[in-house]
């Protein structure tokens, strides 16, 4: 994103007084707030029609519940990002809004800055949680891929063939890197890491970073 280009950026929460606080820091901070809302149904019409970047997104929300508004717009527009800002670090509100689509968890006790930062890094695809909780994600991923799932299997007939960049791109997301230093790491673009995500998403028809990290550690990529 450019200086011209500013992150286009949508707020919900049901308290006027705190989304009104977000939204006129991040307008000060130089994101573009295309929208706010104040609760579940208000927030799916709004973001289908303002398309934002990055929607800022509380969990308790009347109307509709945050984690179904999440699962609404990012099974509408899987290139969404949303940044859960919530004043709960329950473990089951933080796995159920990350396997909901969500980029990241931030609780609402973080400064400012933080919650600026996490917007930034939210908008270029990189998982951000709060300290604490993106060990307690990555461990229920491996939780769930110790599981037997359905899944192909990679060595299956017409299973979905990546290359060898792709694959080496995948095993280090699975790692828990974000893609600036995936990028540094390989020596490439971080625009280049981004089309590399993307055209591995599409083989593997998945969503989301989520459903990628998953997929990668089923497969036991990210102790290679």
Not at 61 to 70: D, I, S, T
Not at 99 to 106: C, I, P
Not at 108 to 122: G, I, P, Q
Not at 139 to 153: I, N, V
Request: negative net charge; proline residues 6%.
């Amino acid at each position: 994103m450019t200086q011209q280009d500013p992150i286009k950026v949508m707020v919900v929460d049901d308290h006027p007084m705190w989304r009104d606080a977000v939204a006129r820091d991040l307008a000060e901070s130089g994101f573009e707030v295309v929208a706010t809302a104040g609760d579940g149904e208000q927030a799916v019409r709004r973001a289908r029609a303002a398309a934002p970047d990055v929607l800022v997104l509380d969990l308790n929300l009347p109307a509709k519940p945050g984690v179904q508004v999440c699962k609404e717009l990012v099974g509408h527009n899987p290139a969404l990002r949303v940044l859960v800002l919530s004043a709960s670090g329950e473990h089951a509100d933080v796995l159920e809004a990350v396997k909901s689509g969500a980029t990241g968890y931030l609780l609402k006790s973080a400064s400012t800055e933080e919650l600026l930062d996490a917007v930034r890094r939210t908008a270029v695809g990189d998982p951000v949680f709060t300290p604490g909780l993106a060990g307690l994600v990555l461990g229920e991923y491996r939780r769930l891929a110790a599981e037997p799932a359905p899944a192909p299997d990679a060595d299956e007939p017409g299973a979905p063939r990546l290359t060898d960049r792709e694959t080496e791109v995948l095993r280090l997301v699975a790692k828990g890197l974000s893609y600036k230093q995936i990028a540094e790491r390989l020596v490439i673009s971080h625009r280049t890491v981004q089309n590399h995500v993307q055209n591995t998403l599409g083989k593997l028809q998945l969503h989301n970073r989520v459903e990628l990290v998953r997929y990668a550690i089923e497969r036991g990529l990210d102790e290679e």
